[in-house]
């Protein structure tokens, strides 16, 4: 057997035995007085809404005759969420959509072409969609933690960066230690993560896999590609975000911005 070992009218009734976990954990909270029952409640419906959503939509994906025209139009739509989701973190910058979703897409999209150039994902709507999830969401998440860091650094530093410009230097050479320290911050959790795969926990992917009845060591193989695809298209998009904020960073005549 492999898989979930029940159906579908199974698997409703235990998620509604284990929803008792949940109701625990808001008794709990009301009584210490915690102020996070409604927070948490409103996040699992959101959250488990969003999932059923998700889960009709991929299933109708997977059936249809037509699913490369609806991959096609749900990535874009997917790096363009993650651009609108990772641009928020720096409001105050001009059109940060400019930004952020050209890194991501290239980030994601780059690795995710490579890998199936390669057969690394096989040609089937069940492995691309999920993957570029993964692709586009680390990249999202790294992209968010490249600028933020970029911009506040830029803030922190600006004496310097003016100095270092009063002195002859370029808006390149005057950032550039930032820029660096950035995208090392910003890649800092994915690294962990690939320093403790398998010995601190066993990731997604390959947990995934197992479930589904696949050999581990072909399960733990796959991962450590999922983890090259994270790992390059971080970095990706960690270096084309900095190298694009640099320029919302200062004006024609290389003086810093007055929003920053």
């Not at 959101?46 to 490369?68: E, N």
């Not at 001009?94 to 072409?113: E, F």
């Not at 270092?164 to 690294?191: C, D, F, H, M, V």
């Amino acid at each position: 057997m492999s898989g979930i070992p029940y159906d579908e009218a199974e698997g409703l009734f235990r998620l509604g035995l284990v929803s008792l976990l949940f109701l625990l954990v808001l008794v709990l909270s009301r009584r210490r007085r915690l102020g996070i029952d409604r927070d948490f409640a409103f996040a699992l419906v959101k959250g488990g809404s969003q999932l059923a959503v998700v889960a009709v939509l991929l299933t109708l994906i997977f059936v249809s005759d037509l699913w490369p025209l609806w991959t096609l139009l749900l990535l874009p739509f997917m790096m363009f969420i993650g651009g609108w989701t990772s641009a928020r973190r720096t409001p105050d910058m001009p059109n940060p959509m400019m930004i952020t979703t050209p890194s991501i897409a290239l980030g994601s999209g780059s690795v995710l072409v490579f890998l199936f150039i390669t057969g690394a994902i096989p040609p089937a709507p069940q492995f691309i969609i999920p993957l570029a999830g993964m692709a586009i969401g680390n990249a999202m998440i790294i992209c968010s933690l490249t600028l933020d860091r970029l911009v506040r650094e830029a803030r922190l530093n600006r004496t310097r960066i003016e100095t270092s410009l009063a002195l002859g230097a370029s808006s390149t050479q005057s950032i550039e230690p930032y820029e660096t320290l950035s995208i090392r911050s910003a890649l800092i959790p994915t690294l962990d993560s690939l320093r403790t795969l398998g010995i601190i926990f066993i990731p997604g992917a390959m947990t995934g896999l197992v479930l589904a009845g696949t050999s581990p060591i072909v399960a733990a193989q796959y991962q450590i590609i999922v983890y090259f695809m994270i790992v390059g298209g971080g970095i990706i998009s960690s270096m084309t975000v900095a190298s694009l904020a640099r320029r919302r960073l200062f004006t024609h005549a290389c003086q810093i911005e007055a929003w920053v």
